[in-house]
């Protein structure tokens, strides 16, 4: 079968590398692509929100199956526009409807949700402009530290953790007020502060039934330690090992199936990958936030360790007979690295040549923020590759990558040589 990937980073690379695997590709394509992604696959110059150019290269190519792997096409209504076209509703789109990629499109749209269904989460309310004054003084109720969440899509920016409560006024008017976030602060969530350990757990669903892939845990920090400003994630574990069998039982009971039940019950058609941020607080588990796709760089080491084919799941999920689908899971462990542009996440330069990517031999190199100029490889991002080892133990797996992260160069380069130490 042909397939369309549509993305640019790290988790497109890494659907990529797992989906040129299968039997049963025949061409792949990956709309824009990196300059990794060429040694999987062809890439195609267009954007993941121009609907009509991708349209046309859906019917010119034939493609048989289409995988979304950013947020914003999901928001911005991709899977609606195929089913509303005669000549598209036909060819399966993996990803949600516009109607369930609220549930990461607004983060009160998935409050609501999770209430309505009895999912836990912490406690929350929403203020808008018109609401500015009852959000100050809901502040003032509010244990410290508090959580200010833009409702909107905000590039994984638009949290902020207040450690006092001028410190939370001030970032509120200047959400509500000044626009710090653009439109996506037009609403501010005011949330509990939840203390425990993140990760993530990664369920695929056709709408019915579902298949709970790896969990894993991401480190969004820039600093070594957990510490400076907020990235769109310096590396990922997996699995988690807090995550347990009693754990993730938890999980499934409390969580997953009250959100595929929930979505059911409000009539949302949901086809694709959600991706639940979970906080574990003294063993039992509260939702953070819904994202509906794959989470990067998790992907990048949840995709290594299944060992079975991953077309035949999204088939599953396109032919809505996931339940009869099965895959198999490695027992290693997989640490994945990230190397970023130095200045990153404030400005950083690109086109920086990278070198050494090919003496790399036992970790996988995941491009992110990459292209090719003249044939040579430069950043073109602030998280430019993305290093994998897939090792037995966590220890081991954590060495290898962050050993290979050390081998390749381009000028500016930084990574953390920490990732995942803090669960050995």
Not at 67 to 83: A, M, R, S
Not at 124 to 138: I, N, V
Not at 172 to 193: C, H, P, Q, T, W
């Amino acid at each position: 079968m042909n397939i369309l990937i549509i993305g640019s980073g790290g988790r497109e690379s890494a659907f990529a590398w797992k989906i040129a695997q299968s039997k049963q590709t025949a061409q792949l394509y990956i709309a824009p692509g990196n300059a990794g992604t060429v040694q999987y696959g062809q890439n195609v110059p267009i954007k993941v929100t121009d609907f009509d150019e991708i349209a046309d290269f859906v019917l010119s190519k034939q493609i048989n199956l289409v995988l979304v792997g950013p947020e914003e096409p999901l928001v911005k209504g991709i899977h609606d526009y195929f089913l509303e076209r005669a000549d598209l509703r036909h060819i399966p789109v993996i990803g949600p409807q516009q109607e369930g990629a609220q549930l990461e499109g607004s983060k009160d749209f998935a409050k609501q949700f999770m209430i309505r269904h009895g999912v836990p989460t912490a406690a929350s309310q929403s203020f808008d402009r018109s609401t500015l004054s009852e959000g100050l003084a809901y502040l003032e109720t509010q244990k410290l530290p508090v959580v200010l969440k833009a409702d909107g899509l905000a590039a994984g920016k638009g949290v902020l953790i207040c450690a006092t409560l001028d410190e939370a006024k001030t970032e509120l008017r200047a959400m509500l007020e000044d626009a710090k976030f653009g439109e996506a602060s037009n609403k501010v969530v005011i949330e509990e502060y939840l203390a425990g350990i993140e990760l993530s757990v990664f369920v695929l669903t056709d709408g019915d039934s579902y298949k709970v892939l790896p969990s894993a845990k991401d480190y969004k920090r820039i600093g070594e330690g957990d510490t400076g400003l907020n990235t769109g994630g310096m590396g990922s574990v997996s699995p988690v090992p807090f995550a347990d069998n009693l754990f993730m039982d938890k999980v499934e009971e409390r969580i997953i199936i009250p959100t595929i039940e929930g979505l059911k019950r409000d009539g949302i058609a949901y086809k694709g990958f959600i991706f639940i941020g979970l906080m574990n607080v003294d063993g039992n588990p509260y939702v953070i936030e819904y994202n509906v796709r794959m989470g990067d760089p998790e992907t990048e080491s949840v995709l290594p360790r299944i060992e079975s084919d991953l077309v035949d799941l999204l088939q599953g999920v396109a032919e809505g007979n996931l339940f009869e689908r099965s895959f198999t899971l490695s027992p290693k462990t997989a640490a994945t690295v990230v190397l970023v542009s130095g200045g990153y996440p404030g400005s950083y330069d690109s086109g920086k040549a990278i070198n050494n990517i090919e003496n790399v031999k036992d970790s996988i190199v995941f491009h992110a923020g990459t292209h090719e100029n003249n044939g040579i490889v430069q950043t073109a991002g602030g998280r430019v590759l993305a290093v994998t080892a897939l090792e037995d133990t966590l220890f081991e797996a954590l060495q290898q990558a962050t050993a290979d992260a050390g081998r390749i160069y381009f000028e500016g380069k930084y990574f953390r040589k920490d990732i995942g130490f803090d669960l050995i």
